[in-house]
């Protein structure tokens, strides 16, 4: 077991170092900042919950199938709006508050911004480079008391899963393969 501990550790380091050597070009351009503006610090939008494209399509499908509470905004602009949205969207352009410069609870926005039906905000844009729907979720945040958390013990209960499966599916093999006869192994290949 000790052996294929000391197997598993020296891959990973050898992985490390490996990977490290052949994107170095990439590493330094990162370390010097030159990415910064791709990425997205989570801190500034710490009421957000960001979801993937699988989680919104099972989203949209419940909400297809019938179940209240979940309300889909476009944030584009209006002509993109009427070039093509999601089914049921409801058009909020960011740049009609962004221009506006209210941002403060109470205020006419707090009121336009409020979805009291609404159990569930998916606040979408085109994708890519666009961040209106990041912008818009931002000022929805800061001016309605919506509420945006993630149960616990779903983070561990993900962490646990996706560990679980990497030793297995890790260790199993490595360990299979470590106690058969390599001239064996050879001739079973052939």
């Not at 197997?7 to 990973?12: H, T, Y």
């Not at 179940?67 to 352009?93: K, M, N, T, Y």
């Not at 199993?172 to 006869?181: E, M, Q, S, V, W």
């Amino acid at each position: 077991m000790r052996r294929l501990l000391e197997g598993v550790l020296l891959i990973v380091v050898l992985s490390a170092v490996l990977g490290s050597a052949v994107h170095f070009p990439l590493l330094r351009r990162f370390a010097a900042g030159e990415f910064r503006e791709g990425f997205l610090d989570r801190r500034e939008y710490s009421g957000i919950r960001f979801i993937t494209l699988a989680e919104a399509e099972d989203l949209f499908a419940r909400r297809i199938q019938g179940e209240d509470g979940l309300l889909f905004i476009d944030s584009r602009g209006r002509d993109d709006f009427a070039a093509g949205h999601i089914p049921g969207a409801l058009p909020v352009p960011v740049d009609d508050f962004q221009l506006s410069g209210k941002k403060e609870a109470g205020s006419e926005l707090s009121k336009t911004l409020a979805f009291p039906w609404a159990k569930t905000l998916v606040v979408y844009c085109e994708g890519g480079d666009c961040r209106t729907s990041l912008a818009l979720a931002k000022i929805i945040s800061a001016v309605t008391p919506f509420p945006s958390s993630v149960d616990p013990f779903s983070i561990v209960l993900a962490i646990v899963m996706s560990t679980s499966l990497g030793l297995f599916f890790g260790i199993y093999p490595a360990n299979k393969a470590a106690k058969l006869d390599p001239v064996e192994a050879l001739r079973s290949e052939q």
